[in-house]
């Protein structure tokens, strides 16, 4: 029953960077991993990025190098650093929670609402 507020998506232009945040907040869930997923009109939704509570992250090859995951375990924030955006990043982009066992068991967890990021000229 985590509660996810996602912020810091907008309008770019290429190369361009964006921040993202995710705020969780509830009771009676234990949050292991927290992570990134963006749908693109006509695709289905992808990971992104993905850290857990001892750090250890997950990139998608088309981010690496330019995206970077973190988080604070004591505010249970992750946040997306975006740099050298391309138009291709562009997405509605959704924040992920998950307790050690659906993280196991590749379940989806609990969802935010989505923010969209849109790289334009």
């Known amino acids: 029953q985590v509660q996810l507020v996602e912020s810091g998506g907008g309008l770019v232009q290429p190369g361009g960077s964006l921040r993202l945040s995710c705020a969780a907040s509830?009771?009676?869930?234990?949050?292991?991993?927290m992570g990134w997923y963006r749908q693109a009109p006509g695709k289905q939704r992808e990971l992104v990025a993905t850290?857990?509570?001892?750090?250890?992250?997950v990139y998608a090859d088309s981010v690496k190098g330019r995206f970077t995951i973190s988080r604070d375990n004591a505010k249970n924030t992750v946040y997306l650093q975006m740099n050298s955006l391309k138009p291709e990043d562009t997405a509605a982009y959704y924040c992920n929670a998950r307790d050690f066992v659906d993280y196991i068991k590749d379940k989806f967890g609990s969802w935010g609402q989505g923010t969209q990021v849109t790289v334009s000229s």
């Open positions: 850290i857990t509570s001892g750090g250890n992250t």
């Open positions: 509830g009771s009676g869930f234990s949050i292991y991993a």
